[in-house]
């Protein structure tokens, strides 16, 4: 099927990238990767380190180029596009709750700036009453009472805090594709589940498509409508809403193979 094709919000087409070519350290990290993913998708994926996982999301975003292959957004060959260029259509959060806000900012600056992300107008006019509302109305629904506290410094809040602020900067303007790089790998389990479903719920409610990487076996079960195990640059697995539902992670790991059992209980 061509990569114009409409229907696709994202072909990934033979990615090929390899670390410190021609080295002792030499590692190949993509090797002749493909994937599609439609309007509305929700993929997770799953590996050891050292798959290719963050190395994918990272040339999806721009920040490394690959060696060979393409990738498209809705028909449009964006490989060759500057990461500035790119994050028109791209949101993301990643790993490390510092990284996605402005801790010098309050949390309704920050708010503010994304929702403002691309156009020129000054800070303060985002500011009005009627977008502090707004902010209000986005926070209020995750029940950590920051919709009450929009003039508090985004770098005083907790890490699941900042996470959730996070992904709602990245979602506020609707990318065409949000990436989500281990988002909750940082957090502990009763905070990284919060931030699970806050991003189950935004996910949801903006109909974004998503990627969306994680190591917890059972988020990757509950999560999304399609699963996608790599080990070696290759995308060994993929299954769709209907094959994964009922999965237990023992269950997974048999589908996966008994040769990378050690891979997924990593």
Do not use: C, W
């Amino acid at each position: 099927m061509s990569s114009s094709d409409p229907q696709h919000a994202l072909t990934l087409e033979s990615l090929r990238l390899t670390f410190h070519p021609g080295s002792p350290d030499e590692r190949v990290a993509l090797d002749g990767l493909s994937l599609q993913m439609d309007e509305g998708d929700f993929a997770v994926v799953i590996g050891s380190n050292g798959a290719g996982k963050s190395t994918l999301l990272n040339v999806i975003a721009g920040a490394l180029p690959p060696d060979s292959g393409r990738v498209v957004f809705d028909g449009k060959d964006v490989t060759a596009l500057a990461v500035h260029r790119r994050a028109a259509y791209i949101g993301r959060v990643f790993q490390d709750p510092m990284l996605g806000t402005a801790p010098a900012l309050s949390i309704e600056e920050n708010l503010a700036l994304a929702q403002r992300r691309g156009q020129r107008r000054g800070l303060g006019m985002a500011l009005r009453r009627g977008n502090r509302q707004r902010f209000a109305d986005l926070l209020a629904p995750f029940g950590l009472g920051l919709e009450t506290r929009l003039g508090v410094m985004a770098g005083k809040l907790s890490g699941g805090q900042r996470q959730v602020l996070a992904l709602l900067m990245a979602a506020m303007q609707r990318p065409r594709l949000l990436l989500l790089d281990e988002h909750t790998a940082a957090l502990d389990p009763g905070t990284a589940e919060l931030v699970m479903q806050a991003t189950r719920r935004i996910v949801g409610e903006g109909g974004l498509t998503t990627l969306m990487i994680t190591h917890n076996m059972q988020h990757a079960i509950d999560t999304g409508n399609r699963l996608l195990a790599l080990n070696a640059g290759q995308v060994r697995l993929d299954l769709d809403a209907q094959a994964k539902a009922g999965l237990t992670v023992d269950a997974l790991v048999q589908r996966f193979g008994a040769s990378d059992d050690q891979l997924l209980r990593a």
